[in-house]
């Protein structure tokens, strides 16, 4: 069926640095942008990154801005997200999903828990 | 602060309606598609309305949307216990050059 696998969440302290993986089936994953969303422990939804289905667009948040990276390997049917120094704000569950910027987002992943403390 | 304005909370009884609204500006939701999410306990966001007012499948004609200027309403008749979660609204703001969404809204079925 259509899913999205997120991983590479875990505990990294302070400026520390994180890869996560999200991988696409059951669709043309080539076909979609990709985008990241991250959710606070007890807080709303904030976006973070998006990439275009060929790769050639991307945006980020403010807040990410120069820290992370996204990429992805449509051979591989997946998009990575390249977090460097990493702050204790950073830590969120972050989703990954199909779609994004005009279009809708409509299959999410179950998300994957990144923790940054020291 | 979030750029798309919702109410922080919104309760009703099992049977009845309630909406959720979502205000935003032009160069948001005045120009752009808005969507809706919802999002269960301890679940993934879920794609509920997009376009403004279009279902995916699988999700029931109790949930509907609406956009008026600048803002967008979801609805939600026939309120079930299942359907307590937190409601977001996205779009995308052409002037800021990001996606946003609003602060959430958390329904509460009494």
């Known amino acids: 069926q259509v899913q999205l696998v997120e991983s590479g969440g875990g505990l990294v302290k302070p400026g520390g640095s994180l890869r996560l993986s999200c991988g696409g089936s059951g669709f043309t994953f080539s076909d979609y942008y990709v985008t990241w969303v991250r959710q606070a422990p007890g807080k709303g939804l904030e976006w973070v990154s998006y990439i275009s289905s060929r790769g050639d667009t991307i945006f980020y948040a403010d807040t990410v801005k120069g820290r992370f990276s996204i990429s992805r390997d449509n051979a591989k049917n997946s998009v990575f997200l390249q977090m460097d120094g990493l702050r204790v704000e950073d830590t969120a569950t972050y989703y990954c999903?199909?779609?994004?910027?005009?279009?809708?987002?409509?299959?999410w992943g179950q998300g994957t828990t990144v923790t940054v403390s020291s | 602060q979030s750029v798309l304005t919702q109410p922080p909370s919104v309760s009703a009884a099992p049977g009845q309606t309630v909406t959720i609204s979502c205000s935003g500006s032009s160069s948001n939701i005045g120009n752009n598609f808005v969507y809706w999410y919802q999002q269960l306990p301890a679940a993934a966001p879920r794609l509920l309305i997009y376009d403004y007012s279009r279902r995916p499948s699988g999700i029931p004609d109790r949930f509907s949307g609406s956009k008026s200027g600048t803002s967008v309403t979801l609805a939600i008749t026939g309120l079930q216990t299942a359907d307590e979660a937190d409601y977001y609204c996205q779009t995308w703001d052409t002037s800021l050059n990001i996606v946003v969404f609003g602060g959430g809204t958390k329904l509460t079925v009494l």
């Open positions: 999903a199909r779609g994004g910027w005009v279009y809708k987002m409509d299959v």
